[in-house]
């Protein structure tokens, strides 16, 4: 007998020929008037996606991914010249590399750390962990205010689990539990026929804490960025410095730092001390190294006496002066053709060596006239060792870095040192390019080497140069004013210490249930269950096992029990899976 089915009108017809008749439908190539909707699931609205980018977004795999990214962006600022850090390195990476520069200027390389795609990482990377903090911080207070769930019917099915009959009242063992749980610092009560108890709360809560830690330190690493400001300057020996923009050699601040936030405060560099050790495979090292100084704060604040040393800056009103470098200044005077001093001063050189060799240059800008009475300028290139090897001993390099046989080579030009040129110049290059050098005998620039106390003497009576006696030294100095740090170090530390709590401290949960027996004994039954995975787990239900069996000791009558009855077999020890 087959079976029928009812078309629209009501005629009925067999199976095959509606399958014809939806066979011929499908087939066919007349315009349908309404069509179906495509198979799938429901599609996404505007709203839809925002949800599927935000959780995506705040999920712990973008987070570490952005993570990862931030560090990969922060090697090409660590291996780059910065515009930040360095202007002249930058301009001079570009002149040695033509083909990359235009590139790495379209990529935003030589400013990093300010770039679009630097900061779209680090605003993201800042957005995700907040989403990824605020729901998990709820959840967390969430398990604060509740209790431990309440024991599974058969503890027996757990990984780790025990149990031993007693003599002991179930409410005397499920109370001997709870109190023992509760010195151990489980969470703990009773529910039911059981106690209930977890442990290891704070893991979760390292977690949070190394998240919000990142989260400091990522805002502490904008506001040193947006607000700090940070400047050079060298020092001579009884020369001061005051904390005004004027004062610094070279200055660079934050986007958000008005020079209004500088910190009063002054200081004169006494005296710089520096050793070397003379002898040994380590002859050279320096083993003091150290600036005295005298340090006022405000306008009118009482100087103090104050040493600086490397890694042990002077802290001033949030500002930290740093020691970096040393050199050394020798004094020289210049005389015109009829001897009249046009200049003299200690003039800081520039280390080229660990040897402390030293180059730089002596101007003299004004003041001084020929032998003829005319005004001109002086440009001594000057070359500075504070231990000579002495003529015919190689070239000038220092052999040592202390003042042992100090000698000072010259070389003489006059003419027009630019210095009004309206281009930066740097005071420790000469350009000659209008300048014509003093000739000596064999036709060649006029220098001379000197000794303490020697004098040279300028072709045509032009003047002379003399070499003091005195050498003084000099000191470099950074200071700097970054308000972030403190946040930052605060950060740091909450984040390792929020990383050894979630990796070290291990949740878990422990239920004791106690119940009569059918042969009036009570049966106790012991489980726990960890959170995550861990060895330790099997030995801490065995300990608690064991208190727990001094309350209530195993019946006398659970030795003789069948083995096959593992209920009724005194446990000392907790069972693993199905090896009990």
């Known amino acids: 007998m087959s079976k029928t089915a009812h078309t629209a009108a009501g005629t009925p017809a067999t199976e095959e020929s509606a399958a014809e008749e939806t066979g011929t439908d499908r087939l066919s190539t007349a315009p ?9 699931g429901p599609t996404l609205g505007v709203i839809g996606w925002v949800r599927w980018f935000w959780r995506q977004l705040t999920s712990m795999r973008v987070a570490l991914i952005l993570l990862f990214l931030l560090s990969l962006g922060a090697i090409p600022g660590s291996l780059i010249p910065q515009n930040s850090a360095d202007e002249t390195k930058v301009a001079a990476w570009k002149a040695n590399n033509e083909f990359w520069a235009p590139l790495f200027e379209k990529l935003q390389l030589f400013d990093v750390y300010s770039s679009v795609w630097f900061s779209a990482i680090y605003i993201l990377l800042f957005v995700s962990l907040i989403g990824c903090i605020v729901p998990r911080t709820w959840q967390f207070v969430g398990q604060l205010r509740g209790r431990p769930p309440a024991a599974p019917k058969r503890l027996t099915r757990l990984p780790v689990h025990t149990t031993w009959r007693t003599d002991a009242e179930p409410e005397a063992v499920r109370e ?4 023992i749980l509760t010195k151990r610092r489980f969470r703990s009560h009773i529910a039911g026929d059981a106690v209930a108890a977890e442990k290891g709360y704070l893991r979760e809560a390292g977690n949070l804490v190394f998240h919000v830690a990142l989260i400091v330190m990522l805002v ?11 400047g050079g300057k060298l020092i001579v020996e009884g020369s001061g410095f005051s904390n005004t923009l004027t004062q610094y050699d070279d200055f660079k601040s934050g986007s958000l730092f008005s020079v209004d936030e500088l910190a009063p405060f002054s200081f004169t560099l006494d005296s710089f001390t520096g050793t070397y050790e003379a002898n040994g495979p380590q002859r050279g090292t320096p083993r003091t190294f150290e600036a005295a100084v005298t340090y006022s704060e405000g306008a009118e604040g009482k100087e103090k006496k104050r040493v600086i040393r490397v890694n042990e800056p002077l802290e001033i009103d949030g500002s930290k002066v740093y020691l970096l470098s040393h050199g050394y200044a020798p004094v020289v ?15 800081p050189l520039l280390p080229i060596d660990s040897n402390v060799t030293s180059t730089g240059v002596i101007k003299v800008m004004d003041g001084y006239r020929d032998k003829n009475g005319k005004k001109d300028q002086l440009g001594f290139p000057a070359f500075f060792v504070p231990t000579y090897a002495g003529k015919g001993q190689g070239q000038m390099f220092s052999q040592f870095p202390g003042l042992v046989f100090p000698a000072l080579n010259l070389g003489a030009y006059h003419g027009d040192l630019r210095v009004n040129a309206g281009l930066p110049q ?3 290059q000469l350009d000659t390019s209008k300048m014509t050098p003093f000739k000596g005998a064999k036709g060649d620039v006029f220098k001379q080497t000197l000794l303490p106390g020697e004098t040279m003497t300028l072709p045509d009576g032009a003047g002379s140069v003399t070499f ?5 030294e000099w000191a470099s100095f950074q200071i700097s004013q970054q308000p972030g740090s403190g946040l930052a170090l605060a950060g740091a530390i909450a984040a390792i210490a929020g990383l050894a709590g979630s990796l070290f401290i291990q949740r878990r949960r422990v239920w004791v249930r106690a119940v009569r027996g059918d042969d009036g004994v009570t049966v106790v039954e012991m489980a726990g269950l960890g959170r995550s995975e861990s060895a330790k787990l099997p030995e801490e239900l065995a300990d608690l096992a064991l208190t727990l069996n001094t309350e209530a000791p195993t019946a006398p009558e659970a030795a003789a029990a069948p083995a096959d009855e593992p209920a009724d077999v005194p446990a000392d020890v907790p069972s693993e899976g199905t090896q009990k």
Do not use: H
């Not at 003091?468 to 003084?472: D, F, G, S, Y």
């Open 426 to 428: 740097n005071v420790y």
């Open 220 to 230: 502490a690493f904008a506001v040193g960025q947006l607000f700090k400001s940070e």
């Open 32 to 40: 349908q008037e309404e069509q179906a909707d495509p198979v799938g």
């Open 333 to 347: 005077t210049v005389r015109d053709a009829r001897g009249k001093i046009v200049f003299r001063d200690a003039v």
């Open 468 to 472: 003091e006696k005195e050498i003084k």
């Open 176 to 179: 001997a539990a709870l109190a």
